[in-house]
């Protein structure tokens, strides 16, 4: 096949979602109404727990942090996705592809890092809770947010400078609706054997070790919930931690059933539609679950708009 390298890549095409041309209007309005729900759930979110004095603990600190990144994350594709669908034009530049990969890197990984923060969070909260408030300060919870960044930036950065380095073969067509790595990757003349080194040694460390921890924490608090004597006591640890369980559920298993354990028969349509329920979906429904689950928020949405209704008058 014909080489080109990077030098002299212009552009690649987004396929996008298997849907059919006379279909694309309806789509294009689905998605954009689910998208802008998605960010004013999540800024919602990030405004109660700003102005709400009560929400000032390190449970929502870290929640505030997960929805802005949930927002960031919607805010790689979807628009993108949305304007190809609009305007029927599925190119991207090389650098806009490189760059929404970049950033669709570090925007999952920062979300596996502060999941598993959250996890660690309920875990001391539940495990440990004469030492909750020692433990869980204001110091250990910026450390934990801000290593969470940096190391969602080095395995952003990682993945980008080693994809850089490749060549790519005369067929720029990449059967997804935004620049996946594994799709770029299959573009490639080049040997790609140091980036599959690389997504599976850094894929352990930002996927699989988040879950373990995850895994652990909830383990502990499970052991320590069956050591409750009351029912009233173990409603009370299960609130707690229901609504985290909840994404960390919907989050993990589809990337799991996804990338993990792919039917042989699955094909490139159903992976591409599987894709929307982490990258678009699970930002969706973070609000709806956090805000239906939580007596907290729900008390701070109805200060908030009492405040606003007296305030009107």
């Known amino acids: ?13 987004l396929l ?3 849907i059919w041309p006379e279909q694309q209007g309806v789509f294009c309005a689905l998605f954009l109404g689910v998208y802008l729900t998605t960010v004013l759930g999540n800024l919602l979110i990030i405004l109660l727990i700003r102005l709400d004095h009560r929400l000032h603990t390190p449970m929502y600190f870290f929640l505030s942090h997960l929805a802005l990144t949930d927002v960031s994350f919607s805010s790689v594709t979807v628009p993108k996705m949305l304007i190809n669908m609009q305007t029927l034009d599925q190119s991207i530049p ?6 929404q990969m970049f950033f669709f890197l570090f925007f999952t990984g920062l979300d596996d890092f ?5 996890a660690y969070d309920r875990y001391v909260a539940i495990c440990h809770p004469l030492h909750y408030s020692t433990v869980m300060g204001q110091g250990l919870c910026t450390f934990l947010v ?8 080095a395995n952003a950065l990682c993945h980008t400078l080693l994809l850089t380095r490749l060549s790519f073969c005369a ?4 059967p997804h609706f935004f620049c996946d790595l594994d799709a770029l990757l299959k573009l490639s003349c080049s040997d790609t054997s140091l980036n ?10 930002v996927i699989i070790l988040p879950l373990i921890c995850i895994l652990i924490s909830y383990g502990c608090i499970g052991a320590t919930i069956l050591k409750v004597p009351s029912t009233k006591g173990i409603c009370k640890a299960l609130s707690t931690c229901g609504s985290h369980l909840s994404v960390v559920s919907l989050y993990y298993g589809t990337i799991i059933g996804l990338y993990f354990f792919p039917s042989s028969s699955t094909s490139r349509d159903k992976s591409t539609v599987a894709s929307v329920m982490y990258t678009v979906v699970t930002p969706l429904l973070n609000p709806f679950i ?13 200060r908030l708009l009492h405040r606003a209704k007296v305030l009107s008058q």
Request: hydrophobic residues 40%; aromatic residues 8%.
């Open 114 to 118: 502060l999941l598993t923060s959250m």
């Open 171 to 174: 067929d720029h067509s990449i």
């Open 196 to 205: 599959e080194l690389a997504i599976f040694t850094v894929g352990v460390a």
């Open 1 to 13: 096949m014909k080489r080109e390298n990077q030098s002299s890549m212009s552009e690649f095409l």
């Open 146 to 153: 801000s290593v969470s960044w940096i190391l969602s930036c």
């Open 16 to 18: 996008g979602l298997p």
């Open 94 to 99: 090389y650098a806009g592809c490189i760059t």
């Open 290 to 302: 956090y805000s239906l689950r939580n007596r907290d928020m729900k008390g701070a949405l109805e």
